[in-house]
């Protein structure tokens, strides 16, 4: 994590929507809300099918930069946003860069886009333990 550069590109991460992976996400968070699990109720909102809930959302996101860091690093702060819903049957691919090197810390802009647009955008700040 020393060679670290303020634009440096994050390899993109193709993550498939499958119910699954939205019902699971949903049940590991204690988030039951029936969107995330229920087909018709959610059709009965409005939308096409379940969708992923932010909380999964969150995990993908740090997962994209953790595997990227490494050990060499620890996830110390996350901002997130949603925008266009993860729905069943889309990929979501997370693109992501180095935005701030500072103190030891780094930041990393990361974006989600699916087949409707943008998913989520969020900051992961790093700590990697020195001052420089």
């Known amino acids: 994590m020393k060679d670290v550069t303020v634009g440096q590109a994050l ?6 929507i499958t119910a699954s992976a939205i019902v699971a996400g949903a049940i590991a968070t204690n988030d039951f809300e029936n969107v995330h699990h229920d087909k018709a109720a959610a059709q009965a909102t409005g939308v096409p ?3 992923m809930n932010i909380l999964t959302t969150n995990g993908l996101v740090q997962r ?3 595997d990227w860091c490494g050990t060499a690093a620890r996830i110390a702060a996350v901002e ?3 925008g266009a819903p ?3 049957g889309d ?5 992501g860069h180095v935005a701030r090197v500072e103190n ?4 990393v802009a990361v974006s989600g886009r699916n087949a409707i647009g943008e998913h989520v955008t969020a900051t992961v700040t790093l700590d990697r333990g020195e001052t420089a």
Not at 91 to 95: G, K, P, Q
């Open 11 to 16: 390899p993109e991460l193709a993550v498939p």
């Open 49 to 51: 099918d379940i969708f």
């Open 64 to 66: 994209y930069v953790s």
């Open 80 to 82: 997130i946003r949603l």
């Open 86 to 88: 993860n729905f069943v």
């Open 91 to 95: 990929t979501m691919r997370l693109s």
């Open 104 to 107: 030891g810390r780094i930041d």
